[in-house]
């Protein structure tokens, strides 16, 4: 009986030994198995990341393991303007660092299920950087897309000052060249096109849109490469063919800065350009042209014929901005004017200084008068407006004129008079400066 028993646990014990044995081997054998397949396959896609900063991308980009871009979704449903900026920063860096997550952000532009916000900063962060394959992406995204407002940021991302270092950027930017977008995020449209395929892309895009904010866009972009001429010309023939104001001035502004520093070689084509802009800026209204072209022009010599055409201008219009642009066009151009056009202009600033009822332009008139040299009547008419006319603004600026006009007629006296008596005191202290010019010039 006894030893029954124990041949009994004997085989029981050798039966478990031989469960436990084979089902070690079959683990074994699964796991090696399953260790070669994971070898051959493809890799998984994953995101490792010890802190945002270091995220690293590795195989095939889904978005919903990118923690940088999660990071930039929920600043966005935030609405918080310094979480957007600075997770787009850290999105940047990790593009900086990978062109593989360059594509992957590239494809993700062109992916209608993201959010258009997400797609549309994601164009502005690929256009800082300074690298072929992230101008690629935006090209074939451009290209691609038929959605306006996101063609109209791949266009201004592509005109972005590119950066090649590891910094923050987005924000405290101040100078015209600055866009916003309404997520907060700034950056400086301001880089020369040297990529033709891009060029024409954009070109294209300007002569056939009918979106305006578009076609504004692709002009922000193109404005720093006049210096090629295809372009000089489509933005010269998008000049005379819109109606649209916004367009004009824009465009207009681009070709005056052009021609204020273009060479004495072009000069045939200066004059074409300058003879649409004074045609455009004459009518009431394109005052975003006058006003957007006024700086360039102000230092650019004027030929007879475009002194004519302004001369005309002013004769012409009743409008208070165009004769108020056209008054101070003139006044700045005046060593151009030949003796008689002169005394034409002069003539249409006294006449203005007489019968104007608007105290501006009875102001711009009074100024420009100043220019006039050893012109009488000019000194006469400035020395009544000085005295009679009922506003102060007029009054001062016939006492500043008086002072910075070279003139025959002896001036001190009046001037002291109103230094004393005025019942502004604007218009005593313009009187007394101009009349210490003229002791101190007398010297």
Same mark, same amino acid.
């Given at each position: 009986m006894r030893i029954l028993k124990s041949r009994h646990v004997w085989a029981v014990a050798v039966m478990g030994l031989l469960i436990f044995s084979? *089902? $070690?081997?079959? $683990?074994?054998?699964?796991?090696? #198995? *399953?260790?070669? %397949?994971?070898?051959?396959?493809?890799p998984t896609p994953t995101m490792t990341s010890s802190s945002p900063d %270091?995220?690293?991308?590795?195989?095939?980009?889904?978005t919903r393991r990118d923690l940088l871009l999660e990071d930039l979704k929920r600043a966005l449903r935030n609405t918080d303007r310094d979480q957007i900026r600075q997770a787009a920063n850290r999105v940047r860096k990790a593009a900086i660092q990978s062109p593989e997550y360059r594509r992957a952000l590239g494809r993700l532009i062109?992916?209608?299920?993201?959010?258009?916000? +997400?797609?549309?900063i994601l164009s502005l962060v690929l256009g800082t950087l300074k690298t072929p394959d992230a101008e690629e992406a935006l090209l074939v995204a451009l290209q691609t #897309?038929?959605?306006?407002?996101?063609? /109209?940021?791949?266009? +201004?991302?592509?005109?972005?000052?590119?950066?090649?270092?590891? %910094?923050d950027i987005f924000e405290g930017l101040d100078n015209p060249w600055v866009v916003e977008h309404p997520s907060g995020l700034q950056i400086m449209v301001k880089t020369k096109i040297t990529n033709s395929k891009v060029s024409q892309a954009l070109l294209n895009l300007m002569s056939t849109t009918e979106d305006e904010?578009?076609?504004l866009g692709v002009v922000r972009t193109l404005r720093h490469s006049l210096e090629e001429t295809a372009i000089r010309n489509e933005f010269f023939d998008a000049l005379n063919r819109t109606d649209k104001p916004g367009t004009v001035a824009e465009v207009g502004s681009a070709l005056a800065s052009w021609i204020a520093q273009?060479?004495?070689?072009?000069?045939?084509?200066?004059?074409? +350009?300058?003879d649409s802009l004074l045609n455009l800026a004459g009518r009431p209204e394109h005052s975003g042209l006058r006003f957007l072209t006024e700086e360039h022009l102000r230092g650019l010599p004027m030929t007879k014929p475009e002194i004519e055409k302004t001369t005309s201008i002013l004769? /012409? #219009?009743?409008?208070?901005?165009?004769?108020? =642009?056209?008054?101070?066009?003139?006044?700045?151009?005046?060593?151009y004017v030949e003796p008689e056009s002169r005394l034409k202009v002069a003539l249409l600033y006294l006449e203005a200084l007489r019968t104007e009822t608007n105290a501006k332009l009875r102001e711009k008139a009074a100024a420009s008068l100043g220019y006039f040299h050893r012109d009488q009547s000019a000194?006469?008419?400035?020395?009544?407006?000085?005295?009679?006319?009922?506003? =102060?603004?007029?009054?001062?600026?016939?006492?500043?004129?008086l002072g910075q006009q070279i003139s025959d007629l002896d001036v001190g006296s009046v001037l002291l008079q109103i230094a004393e008596k005025d019942a502004e005191e604007a218009v005593r202290e313009a009187a007394k400066k101009s009349f210490e010019k003229l002791k101190s010039r007398k010297r």
């Open positions: 084979l *089902s $070690f081997y079959f $683990f074994q054998s699964k796991r090696q #198995t *399953s260790e070669k %397949q994971t070898r051959g396959a493809a %270091q995220t690293v991308l590795k195989g095939e980009f889904k062109l992916n209608p299920q993201e959010e258009m916000p +997400i797609r549309e #897309t038929g959605e306006p407002n996101l063609k /109209k940021w791949l266009v +201004i991302a592509l005109g972005s000052l590119k950066e090649l270092e590891d %910094q904010a578009l076609r273009a060479p004495e070689s072009v000069e045939p084509e200066k004059s074409r +350009i300058m004769q /012409k #219009t009743s409008d208070f901005d165009t004769k108020y =642009w056209a008054m101070s066009l003139l006044a700045q151009h005046l060593d000194t006469e008419a400035l020395l009544q407006t000085l005295q009679n006319d009922p506003q =102060w603004n007029v009054r001062a600026a016939a006492a500043e004129a």
